[in-house]
Every structure is written in structure tokens, then in C-alpha cells.
């Protein structure tokens, strides 16, 4: 399997509402780097659904993997999106696709509704029993991320 394949939700094609935000997804090597730029709504996770779930089985298959995920101008998302985005790790955890942990990138002098979202993001990765740490950077992210490998 190539070990540093890149998506994107922009590749979904829906069938009614085009995803508010975006999420490129770059494989490296056992790092799921998930470059997202939001705001976010329901449509977005179905896109990520369609779309990330081939790179998730090229992970499994490869062995343990961490993921990297990247929030930038925006976080905010509807209370209703954040509980599909929670049912859907939940999901891809009961299906043994989940990482060993994640590392969450959301400046909070960058991006809108860091404070208040980055909580509420972190408690739908507890949630579903996945390690996670906030991180202010990527180089720290990413770095953390590899020891939990």
C-alpha cells in the first residue's frame, strides 16, 4: 500500500448540500494527518465517511496508527454535528479502524471557537476511548502522536 496517499472531502460528490468545511486527509506512513478547515456541518460528515475510510483500512492493515488532526479558521459546529461526529469515531472504534490516539491542533489565536470547541471535540474522542492530547502546533502534534505508535 502507498504509505503517503492524500483525499479530500472536496472529492465527495452529495446528493442534496455540499459539506460546510473541509478535511484533506494525508497519509504518513502510520500518521493520519487530517487537515481540516471549518466551520462544520452535518454534510461534511458524511463526506468524511465516504472518503477516509479507504486510507483507515490501509492503516489497519499496516499495523498500529496515530492520527493528527488539524483545525484551521474555524471550529464551530452545531451541537447536532458534534454528536454525528462522535457516533461516527465511536463507530469506526467498534469496527477495530480507530487509532491509537490523536493529536488535536487548534491555535486558539487562530482559529474561531478554539476555546469553546477544542473541549468539545477532545470529549468526543474520551468518548469513544481514544487517547487524545490538544497541542497549540504541528511539529508537537505530530511528535507525540509517533510515540504513541
Same mark, same amino acid.
Given at each position: 500500500?502507498?504509505?503517503?496517499?492524500? +483525499?479530500? +472531502?472536496?472529492?465527495?460528490?452529495?446528493? /442534496?448540500?455540499?459539506? #460546510?468545511?473541509? =478535511? %484533506?486527509?494525508?497519509?504518513?506512513e502510520q500518521i493520519l494527518v487530517c487537515d481540516a478547515i471549518g466551520p462544520f456541518?452535518?454534510?461534511?460528515?458524511?463526506?468524511?465517511? #465516504?472518503? &477516509?475510510?479507504?486510507?483507515?483500512?490501509?492503516?489497519? %492493515?499496516?499495523?498500529?496508527?496515530?492520527?493528527? =488532526?488539524?483545525? $484551521?479558521?474555524?471550529?464551530?459546529?452545531?451541537?447536532?454535528?458534534? #454528536?454525528?461526529?462522535?457516533?461516527?469515531?465511536?463507530?469506526? =472504534?467498534? %469496527? $477495530?479502524?480507530?487509532?491509537?490516539? +490523536?493529536?488535536? =491542533?487548534?491555535?486558539? $489565536? /487562530?482559529?474561531?471557537? @478554539?476555546?469553546?470547541? @477544542?473541549?468539545?471535540?477532545?470529549? /468526543?474522542?474520551?468518548? @469513544?476511548?481514544? /487517547?487524545? &492530547?490538544?497541542f497549540g502546533n504541528f511539529n508537537d502534534a505530530k511528535t507525540w502522536a509517533l510515540?504513541?505508535?
Amino acid at each position: 500500500m502507498e504509505k503517503n496517499r492524500e +483525499t479530500s +472531502t472536496d472529492e465527495y460528490d452529495p446528493i /442534496k448540500f455540499r459539506p #460546510h468545511g473541509r =478535511v %484533506n486527509f494525508k497519509r504518513d506512513e502510520q500518521i493520519l494527518v487530517c487537515d481540516a478547515i471549518g466551520p462544520f456541518n452535518m454534510e461534511l460528515i458524511d463526506a468524511i465517511a #465516504h472518503v &477516509e475510510i479507504s486510507l483507515l483500512r490501509e492503516l489497519i %492493515n499496516d499495523g498500529r496508527w496515530a492520527g493528527v =488532526v488539524i483545525i $484551521n479558521e474555524s471550529a464551530l459546529a452545531s451541537q447536532e454535528t458534534l #454528536h454525528s461526529f462522535g457516533e461516527y469515531i465511536r463507530y469506526f =472504534v467498534d %469496527n $477495530n479502524l480507530g487509532p491509537c490516539a +490523536t493529536a488535536l =491542533v487548534i491555535d486558539d $489565536n /487562530k482559529v474561531i471557537g @478554539a476555546k469553546l470547541m @477544542a473541549p468539545l471535540i477532545q470529549q /468526543k474522542y474520551i468518548d @469513544a476511548g481514544i /487517547k487524545i &492530547e490538544v497541542f497549540g502546533n504541528f511539529n508537537d502534534a505530530k511528535t507525540w502522536a509517533l510515540t504513541q505508535l
